[in-house]
């Protein structure tokens, strides 16, 4: 049997919080099995909804505070009043390993500041990342920054890079996973300075990491490369862009399928197919992203989620947990750097 | 019957030029009738298509050049050394009043730049803008800038938002169509400082644009507004974005359907639905850009389309001249510049 997991859990972010988050740990607790929570957030919300739930009040202990972080709250004012809020005290139960893993679905710009803040970031590293999967033709795609950081020089890309690498080895299993930088176009000529200065970078470097170039967006469906780096604002806007994609497809498909006795007949018939097909797709499937260069596991859940959804950001947190996934970043990082910086002086030597 | 319109053709522009280039003509003009062609590439090669396609025979005129604008050329080169190139003497041609529209479905930055300085620009307009309709859950949804300027101050986007409004008035025939911009959240504090800012213009100005403020990612494929504004960077990698999500979704849908007897059999029934849903999303329908900011009809296909694609591309080029757009732009940016400086000085003296 595997070692119980605390996780530390921001009761009070998110659009739906925090029914949902309780909804969601009640579904999490279920699949996941020998896993305990610290709940952070309003007793006098949180306690009734615990009484509904008894399979969550059974591993569960809430620490009441009734400070939350607000989605219009600029990460500066979120890090200054905000100590005493949900968020950042779920994440100080990481810090003072009480819990090893932190759950939110609440401001991710105040969730990334924080993190950084009390975490500290993986030696190496000087900006984290948000990093998720994204459904692709030939199976998963590993894409960063989502949203963490809105202007991206060179340097950061880089080090995305090397993080989304490092990761996509350990955490998706994939043996020598390549890596695209997400342009406007695939000519070396295209696109912004810090794109075209990263690319240089990889290139030219001794860093073990397997380059393919640029590529645009249709490759994130494709699954041309199997991690794509890019800055948070671009991130962010494909990642919804695709959601929002895959919904409104679903939604025509929907529409399609009950246009006629005909096409309801058919969809009948063809019932078990489309649930599936209907059931790869879902966007709840996919949430919980992880804070890539934090010292420590944190997860974003995407804030307009459901128990569904939440619940899979927990179950991300803890696999993340059971893989020692942020000790082997840090361990594959410092040979990375180290390989690095012998290179080029034997090349020198030669 | 409507007046016969010439159009001039980049024949050497795109990935399978000029087969496709010809393939789309001779579909084009079966489809869209009283229209003539002067076609500019390379004699050479135009020349035995041309007799392939008698209907296009009929109705073109070859230019010879063998110059050509390539995909790795950066635009001041282009500008510098293609002045017999197919791109810019097609658009010259526009110029010159040969012809009343110009498609290429060659490089972005070169067509742009030549056009900007051919044709010149819409005065009150220092940077032209790709725009293109995007299918949407409630029916379409125009988006500018798809990728003719990589960074954009807050003014850049301002000025596109007015194109954008008297585009999807004019020519989209939406009555108060309503206006947003591209970010990472709705919120008045996210993004980067050119989307903060042309915010606040746009909400403080006298414009009679129905500005709605930010939008995100997933708000395209919803259809919450009807014209979205954002820089070209983030612009192409969102258009390539939709379109990748949905190949990719067609292709799940094709396995699963594909992936039983009983799906199979439900497909049957249910093909003319699935066909229409098919259509419904086909890219090449949406192909077709134009250039809006330029003085004069210029239309940009996507690169890697067909003659399908191509043929809809000629088809907006000939809509955009039969509906006298450029000048319908012209008046209507002239009334709501004079507009908006009277505004001003009427508060200021009440």
Not at 27 to 43: H, M, P, Q, S, T
Not at 66 to 81: E, Q, Y
Not at 141 to 151: K, Q, R, S, V, Y
Not at 228 to 239: E, P, R, S
């Amino acid at each position: 049997m595997t070692d119980q997991i605390t996780v530390s859990i921001d009761g009070m972010g998110g659009d739906n919080a925090p029914d949902m988050i309780v909804g969601g740990l009640d579904l999490a607790v279920k699949k996941i099995g020998n896993v305990r929570f610290l709940l952070f957030g309003d007793e006098a919300k949180l306690s009734p909804l615990l009484a509904q739930y008894p399979a969550v009040a059974a591993v569960c202990e809430i620490r009441h505070t009734t400070d939350i972080v607000t989605n219009d709250d600029k990460p500066t004012a979120a890090l200054r009043s905000g100590k005493n809020s949900s968020m950042r005290l779920a994440i100080d139960a990481v810090k003072d390993g009480e819990a090893s893993a932190v759950i939110s679905a609440g401001n991710t710009g105040a969730l990334m500041a924080m993190a950084t803040i009390v975490l500290r970031m993986i030696p190496g590293i000087s900006r984290p990342a948000i990093a998720a999967s994204f459904p692709s033709q030939t199976g998963e795609c590993l894409m960063l920054d989502l949203g963490a950081n809105i202007e991206c020089d060179a340097e950061n890309l880089v080090q995305f890079a090397v993080m989304g690498e490092v990761y996509a080895r350990n955490v998706l299993g994939m043996s020598e996973p390549s890596i695209g930088i997400l342009n406007v176009g695939v000519e070396v000529l295209k696109g912004n300075e810090s794109v075209k200065k990263a690319a240089q970078i990889l290139q030219n470097s001794n860093l073990p990491v397997k380059f393919y170039g640029f590529v645009e967006g249709d490759d994130i469906g494709k699954g041309t490369v199997d991690v794509i780096v890019t800055d948070g604002f671009t991130g962010n806007i494909a990642l919804k862009t695709a959601e929002g994609t895959a919904r409104m497809f679903a939604y025509y498909l929907r529409d399609a399928l009950t246009s006629s006795i005909f096409s309801k007949l058919g969809a009948i018939i063809a019932k078990g197919a489309i649930d599936r097909f209907r059931n790869h797709f879902d966007p709840r499937r996919y949430n919980g992203a992880m804070l890539l260069g934090a010292n420590g596991v944190c997860v974003k859940s995407h804030g307009g989620t459901d128990a569904i959804g939440f619940a899979n950001a927990v179950e991300v947190g803890v696999n993340l947990v059971r893989r020692n996934v942020t000790e082997l970043i840090k361990e594959d990082l410092a040979h990375l750097m180290a390989d690095d910086l012998e290179q080029p002086s034997k090349t020198a030597a030669e």
